[in-house]
């Protein structure tokens, strides 16, 4: 054994407290160091390891047919739900209920396997509860039951959380949601499931004003990504995975195309009530949305990353969107996820 001097292992602490601060690494961050010989030439290192999109089904898609579906609740009596099948287009079938009533002030989302069975999954605020609706993979939902860890003791008047295959690494799907004007990510327990982990606070004060976009693994690094349309005014922000930290870096998401004008906005709140992820409903490989209320109360809009317009790489921002009409009857529409 040789003991290290207490000067040197002081510098050394202080040195690797600098390194931290100089490359903005926060506690737990996974970071890489890259060795180079004296003469500059590359240590032959193995390549890192980038966490694994296995093979999931696509996001979204809750009847087992390849295509992300979209559930909504409406205002008959005290809220039914209802699931809209994708056809693969961006555009849906006609709604089937699949939820009987008192759904009027729940929030909603859908997507991600959080029992295991293979079935992608509903999952909804109801009262103070975080539920889960299992998928029971044709498009219909079993008994709901409460996450276990964190799903007690929601506040009641949240209205935007979403579901993502997996913001952390552990190939188990997390939820975020905004609750008291801040952005939450409730890290799925994959050791305890359904389970939620305690929530981090990744995003301050100024979330209210903001609906939440699951946006899938945009740029490819193995962890899902954030949207963010701030409802004011229309700006849409891209947040890049790992999702488990502060977000204060963000990128301008999306040019909007429209004929010869271009805007950097998407429609606000007031022109577009609704907004959500529909992961990559068309199959080209590029993430899509949708929206409801946008040129005429009703109408669903289908708001795409357009290839023909947009020569880059989809995880190359901002995208050059494109939207049309896919679909009309979205009249008393409560909620969409
Ligand atoms: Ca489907
Ligand atoms: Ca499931
Ligand atoms: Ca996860
Ligand atoms: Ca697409």
């Keep these: 054994m040789r003991t290290i001097p207490s000067a040197d292992n002081r510098k050394g602490g202080s040195d690797l407290e600098e390194f931290y601060r100089d490359n903005r690494i926060l506690d737990h961050d996974a970071f890489y160091v890259k060795v180079v010989k004296e003469d500059g030439t590359d240590m032959a290192l193995p390549a890192p390891p980038v966490p694994s999109r296995k093979n999931h089904e696509p996001m979204g898609d809750l009847n087992g047919d390849g295509n992300a579906d979209l559930i909504a609740i409406d205002s008959d009596g005290t809220g039914k739900l209802r699931f809209y099948a994708g056809r693969g287009d961006g555009s849906l079938a006609d709604p089937k209920q699949i939820g009987n009533g008192g759904w009027a002030h729940a929030a909603i989302t859908h997507g991600g396997d959080f029992n295991g069975d293979g079935n992608q999954d509903v999952v909804a605020r109801v009262g103070s509860e975080l539920r889960l609706y299992p998928g029971n993979g044709d498009g219909t939902v079993g008994a709901p039951q409460v996450f276990k860890g964190n799903g007690a003791g929601w506040d009641p008047s949240i209205t935007k959380i979403i579901t993502v295959d997996d913001a952390t690494g552990d190939d188990y799907p997390d939820v975020i949601a905004i609750s008291n004007n801040k952005l939450w990510l409730y890290p799925g327990d994959p050791d305890n499931k359904p389970g939620l982990k305690s929530p981090i606070q990744i ?21 899902s990504d954030l949207g963010a349309r701030n409802r004011n005014d ?9 999702l488990n930290h502060d977000l204060s870096q963000r990128t301008p998401m999306i040019r909007e ?13 007031v022109n577009l009530p609704f907004i959500t992820s529909a992961h990559d409903s068309d199959g080209n490989g590029r993430m899509d949305m949708w929206g409801i209320g946008m040129m005429g109360r009703g109408k669903l809009n289908f708001i795409m990353d357009d290839p023909k317009v947009d020569k880059n790489p989809q995880g190359d921002f901002p995208w050059i969107s494109r939207s049309k009409e896919v679909g009309n009857g979205f009249n008393g529409i409560l909620a969409i996820g």
């Design 203 to 223: 995003g301050g004060a100024g979330w209210d004003k903001f609906d939440l976009i699951a946006l899938d693994d945009v740029d490819g690094d193995g962890y």
């Design 234 to 242: 229309g700006m849409s922000y891209f947040y890049p995975g790992p």
């Design 257 to 269: 195309q429209s004929g010869d004008r271009a805007t950097t906005r998407l429609y606000d709140g």
